[in-house]
């Protein structure tokens, strides 16, 4: 059985490179406030990938505290928000979606924390919608 092709991805300008090896624990919607802030859009898009396989290829992310023991990692060039990495979720990175370089191979799975979506947007797809963090399933952003 092959491996999952790398996940690689960037910044805007090119300045910061990331690479996971291994394939996605899994690909989210969140709809929560802090992730709305951090990204200035209505719904973050994440791909979960384990720490020890993810690198920073090229470049040094600028990085920001965005509330206790939960980092955000962003190019210090262009402003492109990266990563989310918490402390509550150990062994993870959360790679923003939209900095992948293939964002259409890696389709979401679920929407996390719609009790927080904006009322004016509808997406309209199957998937299924949490309110929360669902238990049982993999996990994704929040902080």
């Given at each position: 059985?092959s491996e999952?092709?790398?996940?690689?991805?960037?910044?805007?300008?090119?300045?910061?490179?990331?690479?996971?090896?291994?394939?996605?624990?899994?690909?989210?919607?969140?709809?929560?406030?802090?992730?709305?802030?951090?990204?200035?859009?209505?719904?973050?898009?994440?791909?979960?990938?384990?720490?020890?396989?993810?690198?920073?290829?090229?470049?040094?992310?600028?990085?920001?505290?965005?509330?206790?023991?939960?980092?955000?990692?962003?190019?210090?060039?262009?402003?492109?928000?990266?990563?989310?990495?918490?402390?509550?979720?150990?062994?993870?990175?959360?790679?923003?979606?939209?900095?992948?370089?293939?964002?259409?191979?890696l389709a979401?799975?679920?929407?996390?924390?719609?009790?927080?979506?904006?009322?004016?947007?509808?997406?309209?797809?199957?998937?299924?919608?949490?309110?929360?963090?669902?238990?049982?399933?993999?996990?994704?952003?929040?902080?």
């Open positions: 059985m999952a092709p790398a996940i690689e991805g960037g910044c805007r300008c090119g300045a910061v490179r990331y690479r996971a090896e291994g394939g996605p624990l899994w690909v989210s919607h969140c709809h929560c406030e802090e992730c709305r802030r951090s990204s200035g859009a209505p719904v973050s898009t994440f791909v979960g990938v384990r720490t020890g396989r993810f690198t920073f290829a090229a470049g040094t992310p600028g990085a920001y505290e965005s509330s206790p023991d939960v980092v955000r990692k962003f190019c210090g060039a262009c402003g492109t928000p990266l990563t989310y990495e918490a402390a509550i979720y150990p062994g993870e990175v959360h790679i923003m979606a939209g900095t992948l370089d293939e964002p259409k191979t979401p799975e679920r929407h996390v924390f719609v009790r927080e979506r904006m009322p004016w947007l509808e997406i309209a797809d199957d998937l299924p919608r949490h309110d929360t963090l669902p238990r049982g399933v993999p996990r994704v952003p929040r902080g």
